[in-house]
């Protein structure tokens, strides 16, 4: 059973940086991906960023590229989300997700089947 545990939310002022990590485990796969998705109060889930763990490669909507940016330690089976130049309407609860990358109409996509329970991230004006 793949389980995986968020830590890192917080509060911090708009321009400010937070690092989310999730350790990861349970995998009886090798090719997957680890991601993170987002959900503020009233809106929908938001992709937010994915590593794939057989090559590496990351997916980062295009909203959040070079602000955001993911990336794994596969000696501490842990995955991190750093966060700079943080807005307000970056607060929502992140949620750390496993699945699979794939291809749809040539871009890179990630899909997920299992997430955690989710870290609170408060960006405050």
């Known amino acids: 059973e793949v389980q995986l545990v968020e830590s890192g939310g917080g509060l911090v002022q708009a321009g400010g940086s937070l690092r989310l990590s999730c350790a990861a485990s349970?995998?009886?796969?090798?090719?997957?991906?680890i991601g993170w998705f987002r959900q503020a109060p009233g809106k929908e889930r938001e992709g937010v960023s994915c590593?794939?763990?057989?090559?590496?490669?990351?997916v980062t909507t295009d909203s959040m590229k070079g602000r955001f940016t993911i990336s794994s330690d596969n000696a501490k089976n842990t995955v991190y989300l750093q966060m700079n130049s943080l807005k307000p309407e970056d607060t929502a609860v992140y949620y750390c997700?496993?699945?699979?990358?794939?291809?749809?109409?040539?871009?890179?996509?990630?899909?997920?089947?299992?997430w955690g329970q989710g870290t609170q991230v408060t960006v405050s004006s």
């Open positions: 997700a496993a699945g699979v990358t794939y291809n749809s109409a040539g871009q890179k996509a990630c899909a997920y089947d299992s």
């Open positions: 349970g995998f009886t796969v090798d090719d997957y991906a």
């Open positions: 590593i794939s763990s057989r090559d590496g490669s990351t």
